[in-house]
């Protein structure tokens, strides 16, 4: 007869503690680990799961990825998984947390941008409409906005405007960083606008952008490479429709657009930026009384034009005007731009009126109340200048 004999327990500990356990079964097996593969599995199910809830704005990275061949590999994943998880309603989780802190345009995409709509045929009018003149009782309503170039200016703007209580300014600048016209998925200057003025109806706005798209242009009659002619004449549609919906609106504001200043790189300015800034003359140009091209080159450049970081004040001291990127301002800069525009708007506007209209001395019956006239009055037309 065989007889197993079992080895002997082991001696408790001297300090009392319980023995350590043995999991090992008898058989000498031990647990066995998760298969490899399941582990892959399920860690791709977890992406995929991740990607669909996130597909809008995984969409959103790809299309603002510089133009080149990563963007297109990137779109080309990017829009199938947008559009399956639209269809699977897997997107709606994200919307409600956007919408919840206040960020529901961030996921948008929106490449359409609309063609002129009011551009007069014939011969351009030499003679513009008359200047409206606000007062206290009525002051104009200004809207600034635009890319990181407007917003040191659009600072200076308010701080000179500030003691004129004809004019009333809506919020701070409104500063959207790297946005223009090339790039309508990153950034739609005409639907947001649109929302501006019909929201805010301003009677003035000043916007700032365009050395951000001397670029490949996309979206809508987009595809065309920077400077080619087909560019030009897409470029000069999407400035000339934006203008048009600005000025279009039912407060029927004017618009000042402001142009690029000379900056450090100068191949890019005389190559670039010069043909943006007379694409945007020209289509002002053609919408005289509306729309007003602000030259920064006088403002800021050197007596040929040129760039240069320091400019002399008219008491002879020399001023910094450009920060060391040599692309913006300085707030000495700024106030030179600002100093522009509102030359620009004096054009527009009678903005002093109330302030040296002569006092006169009326009769009135006892207890009857004097009237002022809320609406905005005009003054004799102006002939247009060229910017």
Not at 22 to 42: K, L, M, N, T
Not at 309 to 331: E, K, Q, W
């Amino acid at each position: 007869m065989t007889t197993t004999t079992r080895p002997p327990d082991p001696d408790p500990p001297s300090d009392g503690a319980l023995p350590p356990i043995d999991f090992q079964a008898e058989d000498g097996g031990g647990r066995r680990p998760s298969a490899a593969g399941h582990v892959i599995v399920v860690g791709l199910v977890a992406l995929l799961v991740g990607a669909l809830l996130n597909a809008p704005g995984i969409r959103k990275t790809a299309l603002g990825q510089p133009v080149g061949w990563r963007r297109d590999v990137s779109t080309a994943f990017a829009n199938p998984l947008y559009d399956l998880s639209h269809a699977l309603y897997l997107d709606r989780l994200r919307v409600g947390l956007k919408d919840l802190l206040g960020r529901s345009s961030d996921d948008s995409v929106n490449a359409h941008l609309p063609s002129p709509t009011t551009v007069p045929a014939g011969p351009t009018p030499t003679t513009l409409p008359p200047r409206l003149a606000f007062s206290p009782v009525h002051p104009l309503r200004l809207w600034i906005g635009g890319d990181s170039l407007g917003d040191t200016p659009g600072a200076s703007l308010i701080d000179q405007l500030s003691s004129n209580r004809a004019v009333g300014i809506i919020g701070p600048v409104d500063t959207h960083i790297s946005t223009g016209l090339a790039r309508p998925e990153v950034f739609n200057w005409p639907a947001y606008l649109k929302t501006i003025v019909t929201t805010d109806q301003p009677n003035a706005v000043v916007l700032t952008f365009g050395a951000n798209d001397d670029q490949t242009l996309t979206g809508d009659g987009g595809g065309e490479s920077f400077g080619s002619p087909a560019w030009q004449a897409e470029y000069g549609r999407r400035i000339g429709g934006l203008m048009d919906v600005v000025t279009g609106a039912a407060s029927h504001p004017r618009l000042f657009f402001v142009g690029i200043p000379p900056v450090k790189d100068a191949a890019r300015f005389s190559n670039d930026y010069v043909l943006i800034n007379n694409i945007v003359n020209a289509q002002a140009q053609a919408r005289p009384g509306r729309v007003y091209y602000v030259d920064t080159v006088s403002a800021l450049g050197t007596a040929t034009g040129g760039y240069t970081d320091s400019l002399l004040n008219p008491d002879g001291t020399i001023i910094l005007v450009r920060t060391s990127d040599g692309i913006h301002f300085t707030r000495a800069g700024g106030d030179r731009i600002a100093a522009k525009i509102l030359a620009a708007m004096n054009q527009a506007f009678n903005l002093t009126s109330s302030l040296t209209a002569p006092s006169t001395t009326t009769t009135t019956k006892p207890g009857t109340k004097s009237r002022r006239p809320a609406a905005a009055t005009t003054t004799t037309p102006t002939t247009a200048r060229k910017a």
